[in-house]
């Protein structure tokens, strides 16, 4: 029997088939087309989570993590709009559609994962209330063939919206209210697997996630909050020759979210609409802004960058 078996291809002989490919040369062929390396990118498609009867929870706003009570038609046309505008800038648009109804903050999918060149990295949201929401976001990762390479574990917290790519080799991390020491350690050995650095940063205490306070819109182009960015993520920035253009405080940033935003390409956004001085001040620096209206969607304390789960760009 033994010779019989000896040189087939099940036992590595002649018509053995070597998987010589890397993971991401796989991907589009073995997998699903996904992958990230940048924040400015073409942006090829996004996962979304339309929002439905889930939000009656905001009722009690400080209960579900919210600002105020929502109305959910206006919340659903608010989020149609969005998608619309993603789809009308040539970028695919794919929803996590739970099989049961969700937790309240299931819309905000920057939070769920973030998006690396061999496929995503699933979070682990940080409070109670959220606690479950990334099963449906791995299972709707699951169906359209992206791979997930990490799974932060343990008592470990991480949520997307703490990860930033830097350049092409570097994410800035931040830990925080949302991100542990313990997450943000497994996220970082994940990352350097694939030969990416990571730079770890505190967040101020009283801020939420470091999307909020910091914005990669060209190769040599960042938007910063002031105060709000900690110097080790200015030097890293700085180190790398990218410019860092900070954005004053105002009414339009810290309460009709100017900030909140997502990059189309280089030097192209989409942002909330209503914010003329500050779309004024991008547009000065030589970015093209795309906006929408989103100040229904923005009484749960988030907008676009929250609501967008990055899955490919160029």
Known sequence: MTDKLFNTSAYGGDGWSPRIESLDEELGTVWGNCGSRSEYGR???VLLHRPGSELGASVDPEAAQMLDVLDIERAQKQHDGIAQAYRDAGVAVHYVNPPTQPAPNQMFVADLLFMTPEGAILARPASTVRAGEERWVARRLADLGIPIIRTVCGRGTFEGADAIWIDSKTVILGCGLRTNSEGAN???STLNEMGVDVVQV???????HLMGMLRIVDQDLALARPIRLVHRGVQALQARGIEIKFVPDGWE???????NLVSLGPREILMVEGNPKTKALYESWGITCHTVPTDELAKAAGAIG???????RE
């Open 186 to 188: 497994q996220v970082t």
């Open 43 to 45: 942006l090829k498609s």
């Open 202 to 208: 505190d967040l101020p205490f009283g801020t939420m």
């Open 253 to 259: 940033v810290n309460h009709n979210k100017a900030f």
């Open 306 to 312: 929250c609501l967008t789960g990055i899955l490919e």
